[in-house]
Structure formats: C-alpha cells, structure tokens
C-alpha cells in the first residue's frame, strides 16, 4: 500500500516537472479551419512538438478564436500570444514599408513573387522593417491573387466595376486602388462581408478563390472576374521578445519547421485556388476572363498609386522592390 502510494506520488512529481519544463506558445490567424495556412500551422505544431520531446508547446487558435486580424497583430505585439499568421494589409496598418509589395498588378505570376519575397533585397529588408516594430519574420505564405466578385453585373471591361460599392481590407494602396478603377472602394471587417453581402448593403469583395469558396460567398455572389488585381502574401510573425527568449535550440526548431511549413503550403495554395475556381463555377457562380488589353490598362489607371506609395514610405523602397520585381521575372 505504502509502495503503491510512493509510486504515485512519484508519477505525479514527474508529471509535474514534466509540465514545469515545458515552454508553451500560442498562434493565432483569422483562417478558416480547411484553409491551407492553417493546414500548414497545424502541420508545423505537430513538427515542433516531436523535434523538442513536447518540451515546446505550440497551441494554435485560427478561424478568428481569438479575434480578428487586426487584433491578433496587436496581440502579438503586445505579447499577448507568441505569434499570428496573417493577412499582409493588416500588418501593414502596423509596418506600413510592407506596402511596398503590395502594389497593384505588380507581379506577373506566382513565381516572380516567390522569388522578390524570399530574396535577399526585399525579404531581408522587410525582416529589417518588421524587427523595428517588435516583431520576429518567420516566412510569407500565400494568400493568393485577389479576384473581383459582385451581384450587379459581370466585370468584363474596367468600365463594369464603375460605381460598384466595393469592400476591400483596411489598407490605403487596396482602397486607393479601386477608387483609382471607379469603383466605390469601403474598408470593412471579413466578419461583417457576407451579411453585407446578402443584404445588399455592398455590392461585391475581393479575394482568391479559396477563400470565396472557403467563406461560402458564392450563396450571396452572382459573378467573379479574374482581376488579379494584388498577389496577396500571409505574413507569419512572432513577438520578438518572446521569440528572443526561447532557448536557441528552439529558436532553431521554430525557423526550420515554420519554412518547411510555408513551402508545403504555398504548393498546396497553388492546387487549391485551381480547385477553387472550378467548385466556384459548379456552384454555379458565372466566371469572366478579362482580356491582358483590360488588365494592362488597369495597370496603367493605378500608376498614380504607386506615386502615392512612394511618398508614404520611401522612393527608393519601392523602386528597389520594383527592380527586384523586374530581376525576378527576367524583364
């Protein structure tokens, strides 16, 4: 009786000190449970987890559990959770340098854009920028090319997004640019779009295709356009102090798995805007492809929000990324 009682207590002191040792961190997005960030997250937790023993904990809470993206940023700066995947134009309300990646029809294609991110130009100095705000870069995801969708009329030339209320992130160059394009441009919270929506109080958003699928947007949308408009990235940062005080094994181990994490993801966010696109249309949403004449004057209407760009955070950020831009794709 006496032996099985020390047994016990001794299994309850280890499993005490067991907890004691552990180093918990918690993440949080704004991300739907089947989107491919949060795939990507769950994935990276679960590699985190087995490299240190579950000596380092890592708690994920996405599909807003914790607040919306604005929210989490602040969270996270403030410490009061470790890190957060998210939006770009969120961050940039934060770090407004990130805007400079986020010009209108800047990148030709996906892996142009891959490529100025994770370069040693513009992914360093943006590491630079996010640093100076309390905040540790652990790698962009992707969120995909914003696309247009509306109930009013199919978008087929530049003049059919003329006077239509559309909502768009809170960040000046994406509302800049849509004003720019004669739309009715209106900053409002993801939680808030679908009723909008279906009430008609706007009368279209943008976002990739997933995430118009992944928010059933398709029930209170009639038409979507291939716009392309920005290629939108998912920053993922850590609070620095936070981050700072782990043990540098740690450090090394939440690096390592999070870039693994982001490669896997941006493979499957390539699968799944293709897949998007088509159950978008099987259920019964009607596609229009704007003509590369459309879209090259689109570029040319928004040149002006470059210049705006410019001024707010320096010429020669932006004409650096611009030039990487042009380095990358081989123009």
Do not use: C
Request: proline share 3%; charged share 20%; net charge neutral.
């Amino acid at each position: 009786m006496i032996r099985t009682a020390a047994a016990a207590l001794a299994l309850l002191l280890a499993l005490a000190a067991s907890a004691a040792a552990q180093t918990k961190l918690r993440i949080a997005g704004n991300f739907t449970l089947d989107h491919s960030s949060t795939i990507a997250i769950e994935s990276f937790k679960k590699a985190v987890e087995a490299a240190t023993g579950g000596a380092l904990v890592i708690e994920t809470f996405p599909n807003m559990q914790l607040g919306g993206a604005q929210e989490n940023v602040a969270q996270t700066r403030a410490g009061t959770i470790a890190a957060t995947w998210v939006g770009m134009a969120f961050l940039a309300r934060t770090v407004p340098e990130l805007e400079a990646v986020s010009l209108p029809f800047m990148f030709p294609n996906r892996q142009t854009a891959y490529r100025v991110m994770d370069s040693d130009t513009v992914g360093k100095l943006l590491e630079g920028k996010l640093a100076d705000k309390g905040f540790v870069l652990l790698g962009f995801m992707e969120l995909g090319a914003r696309q247009v969708t509306n109930s009013v009329r199919p978008i087929k030339t530049i003049a059919d997004l003329k006077g239509l209320k559309i909502r768009l992130q809170p960040n000046e160059t994406h509302l800049a640019t849509f004003r720019a394009l004669g739309a009715n441009a209106l900053a409002m919270d993801i939680r808030e779009v679908y009723s909008a929506l279906q009430q008609k109080v706007i009368d279209g958003h943008e976002n990739p295709y997933n995430l118009v699928l992944a928010s059933r947007f398709f029930e209170v949308q009639k038409y979507l356009s291939n716009t392309g408009h920005f290629f939108d990235f998912i920053a993922v940062v850590a609070n620095k102090k936070v981050f700072d005080g782990l043990k540098p094994e740690f450090q090394t181990v939440v690096k390592a798995e999070m870039k693994k994490a982001v490669d896997a993801q941006r493979i499957a966010a390539v699968k799944a805007d293709t897949d998007a696109l088509a159950e978008l249309q099987r259920l019964g949403m009607q596609y229009d492809e704007l003509p590369p004449s459309e879209i090259a004057r689109m570029r040319e209407l928004t040149a002006g929000v470059v210049e705006d760009i410019k001024k707010r955070v320096g010429a020669d950020l932006v004409n650096g990324v611009l030039a990487e831009v042009a380095k990358a794709s081989g123009s």
